[in-house]
């Protein structure tokens, strides 16, 4: 059974920095795009970022964008969420996952596989 567990998470200061992990076991994490995605109290998951399999091209969401740093460590089985600036809007359980699709958008894919998420509170 795939497994992806993510970590990093935590209290964080406005404009502060944490930087997540989404560690995969039972896949070869270089086969697949990967996506990280968020939930905060009361709302819909929306998606932060992709990063593609084949190019490492990456897409971000507007909110996020020029802040938050999406990469990969095939090697290591492992992608990252870089956040720095972090806003208390940030705030939500953040889950990383994965597809064989090739993935060239933020949107409109479905992911096969998906962690359990780890929680990200900014918070003075």
């Known amino acids: 059974q795939v497994h992806l567990v993510e970590s990093g998470g935590g209290l964080v200061q406005p404009g502060g920095s944490l930087k997540l992990s989404c560690v995969a076991s039972r896949i070869t994490l270089a086969y697949y795009a990967i996506g990280w995605f968020r939930q905060a109290p009361g709302k819909e998951r929306e998606p932060v970022s992709t990063?593609?399999?084949?190019?490492?091209?990456?897409h971000y969401a507007d909110s996020v964008k020029g802040r938050f740093t999406i990469s990969r460590d095939d090697g290591r089985n492992t992608a990252y969420l870089q956040m720095n600036s972090v806003k208390p809007e940030d705030t939500a359980v953040y889950y990383c996952?994965?597809?064989?699709?090739?993935?060239?958008?933020?949107?409109?894919?479905?992911?096969?596989?998906w962690g359990q998420g780890t929680q990200v509170t900014v918070s003075p």
């Open positions: 990063i593609t399999s084949s190019d490492h091209s990456t």
């Open positions: 996952a994965v597809t064989l699709a090739p993935v060239y958008a933020l949107t409109g894919y479905e992911f096969e596989y």
